[in-house]
């Protein structure tokens, strides 16, 4: 990869970078801009945008505000329906890098799998910690981000190993058996009051598309058997929002397409080839992820991590990468991203703290400051502006931990 993004001269054949990134060492200046800005739009959530639509039902900008700031409710995607996908996808992105970097510090095969064991346990170890925060038993809860990673982890640090050739086979194979595992499924749905489903949903689809009906397909059956293993109380019936265990499957084909997209940035020796496979590659994936949902082969569902939206937000994340590269790495403009970068540098730490330090963040903020400046814009914007207060905490902590060169790892 020729392009250094902090400031090298990208067409010297002969540049010092040519060899640091055929090395694996060099870092990649959109892959850092990008986890910092799919780890501020996490953060973000805690400005509650989504709320403005309430004071201001009319208004076209607070709806359009809402709708990206929240989760759809079954087919289609928002900007925010994007984060949980960018950062599954850009695991893999990093995985060649990091690959690279191990072989050459002389890491045995042994070694690097029994790394990539111990990282998939503590994802989902972490990711249950977290989510039993606050609650009087340990909450063992499979469908957050970490534990799906976690779950598909060690599969993704095999099949980066091989050719870009196997990985599409495998992403292809993992995205047909999915679908036939629910279009193949005889729809028997129970009860949709029993599993949480008002009888009167909108959502629910009729016809072939009733395969991939919220808590009536063969992901909730497995997780209605799977989830009762752990102790439960009352006993599970279904996930409210309609996510299953089973999203580990195809979210390892989300990983794989950023392997694959990472393989594209390590090994490219031409920055126009690059930008035009990762253009191209996005373009062509959501168009084919749009078309599956639009002509009724396979809806559009995030919340069970269809084929089709494998395929579409897939897309996204490579165009979004080729975007990012483009500017980062190619025009080399990155001084305006600073502020994603230092939250980008710690995402593991920005992940914890969404969860931990909301609440005392607000509470001290409120312990010593009160209500008065935060409602100073009236009752609509006192969230908006106390969360404000919250994420530029938040930001603070992590910039002194970019100043002190901590990065934590896992």
Not at 160 to 170: D, E, G, K, Y
Not at 355 to 362: A, D, G, S, V
Not at 382 to 395: D, K, N, R
């Amino acid at each position: 990869m020729p392009i250094d993004p902090y400031g090298r001269d990208p067409d010297h054949a002969e540049s010092p970078q040519r060899k640091n990134r055929s090395e694996g060492t060099q870092r990649q200046a959109s892959i850092d801009v990008y986890r910092g800005l799919v780890m501020f739009l996490m953060l973000a959530e805690v400005l509650r945008l989504n709320e403005l639509v309430d004071y201001f039902p009319d208004s076209g900008w607070a709806v359009w505000l809402s709708f990206h700031t929240s989760h759809v409710a079954w087919t289609g995607c928002s900007l925010h329906d994007m984060i949980q996908p960018s950062f599954s996808f850009l695991v893999g992105v990093s995985l060649p890098f990091s690959l690279a970097a191990r072989q050459q510090r002389g890491q045995s095969f042994r070694t690097m799998l029994a790394h990539a064991v111990w990282r998939s346990c503590l994802l989902i170890l972490l990711g249950i910690f977290l989510r039993s925060l606050g609650r009087p038993s340990t909450n063992f809860f499979f469908v957050d981000t970490l534990t799906q990673i976690g779950l598909g982890y060690v599969a993704l640090f095999l099949l980066a190993r091989l050719s870009t050739w196997v990985q599409w086979l495998s992403v292809g194979a993992v995205l047909l058996g999915y679908w036939a595992l629910f279009a193949c499924w005889t729809v028997q749905p129970p009860s949709l009051e029993a599993v949480g489903v008002p009888a009167d949903w909108p959502h629910q689809a009729t016809g072939f598309a009733a395969h991939w009906n919220k808590n009536a397909n063969p992901a909730w059956l497995f997780d209605s058997w799977f989830m009762n293993l752990f102790p439960q109380d009352p006993p599970f019936v279904a996930n409210a929002g309609g996510y299953c265990v089973l999203n580990f499957v195809p979210t390892l084909a989300t990983m794989l397409l950023g392997v694959i997209a990472g393989g594209l940035l390590k090994n490219s020796t031409s920055w126009r080839t690059t930008l035009v496979q990762l253009l191209v590659l996005g373009g062509l994936m959501l168009a084919l992820g749009w078309a599956l949902g639009h002509f009724g082969v396979c809806p559009v569902v995030k919340r069970i991590w269809t084929p089709s939206w494998v395929l579409f937000s897939g897309g996204i994340c490579f165009l979004t990468l080729g975007v990012l590269f483009a500017v980062c790495d190619v025009w080399q403009r990155v001084s305006w991203a600073w502020p994603l970068l230092v939250i980008g540098a710690n995402s593991i730490v920005a992940y914890v703290m969404s969860w931990t330090l909301e609440e005392p963040i607000h509470a001290c903020l409120i312990r010593h400051f009160g209500t008065g400046p935060f409602a100073i814009l009236g009752p609509a914007w006192q969230t908006v502006l106390s969360g404000a207060a919250i994420l530029l905490v938040m930001w603070l902590i992590l910039l002194w931990l970019f100043r002190k060169r901590i990065f934590v790892r896992i």
